[in-house]
């Protein structure tokens, strides 16, 4: 794929979605650090329904860690793999206070150094909460990326890297929010909605699927 089919693919996501954000609920750099590490194999529903609960009670390190692993477990056993989850953000909350004043640190290093928190999830933050133009790449940026051709690669890594070179400067603080929000409603794992796309006839996808005819 050339750079001009990449541009245009960005400025119609753009031009479609001029403002995306994430679907997690939040109103700090806190919550969405919470609720990102609570969204690990689990959709952003049902940690919207968790967190609306936890966060009217506790939203702040200090308050998450009083309750617990078992108080904060409460809160979020609708969500799979709560336990090592709320083991997480209670350790994560302690790192917090103890180095970092009980604020969300803006360095990726520093955020990877918290428990739970990997590369995908310092990117999200970085870029969600601090503006940074960073690349999550879950499963369903790695599935656009390798299926249209946008930045084909082996690993998420390899599609972070790709993208972060090949994305033109000014799409890339938002690049994040548009290829997620595109591989959950229209390029789906399953059953692309090809029909639908707005990108389809730049796509490079060979098993493009038609409008069924009634």
């Known amino acids: 794929m050339n750079a001009a089919k990449r541009r245009t693919i960005f400025t119609r996501l753009r031009t479609a979605d001029p403002a995306p954000r994430t679907e997690l609920n939040y109103a700090t750099p806190f919550e969405l650090l919470v609720a990102v590490i609570l969204s690990a194999q689990a959709t952003d529903k049902s940690v919207n329904k968790a967190t609306a609960r936890l966060f009217a009670d506790a939203n702040t ?3 998450i860690l009083a309750l617990g692993v078992a ?11 709560y336990n090592s989850k ?15 004043g009980g604020a ?3 360095d990726r290093e520093a955020l990877e150094r918290l428990p739970g928190v990997g590369r995908k999830t310092a990117n999200v933050v970085l870029n969600t909460a ?3 133009p960073t690349i999550a790449v879950d499963t369903h940026i790695f599935r656009v990326a390798n299926r249209t051709g946008l930045a084909p690669g082996k690993t998420p890594r390899a599609v972070e890297d790709k993208l972060m070179k090949v994305v033109p400067e000014e ?7 548009w290829l997620i929000l595109h591989g959950r409603y229209v390029c789906k794992a399953r059953t ?9 006839d730049l796509c490079e996808y060979r098993g493009k699927t038609r409008r069924e005819q009634a």
């Open 192 to 200: 692309p909605n090809c029909p639908e796309c707005i990108i389809r």
């Open 86 to 100: 709320a083991k997480n953000i209670i350790a994560t909350c302690r790192n917090l206070l103890e180095r970092h």
């Open 61 to 63: 390190p200090a308050a």
């Open 130 to 132: 601090f503006g940074e």
């Open 171 to 177: 799409f890339l603080r938002d690049a994040h929010h």
């Open 104 to 106: 969300v640190p803006k």
């Open 71 to 81: 108080g904060l477990s409460r809160y979020v056993r609708s969500i799979g793999l």
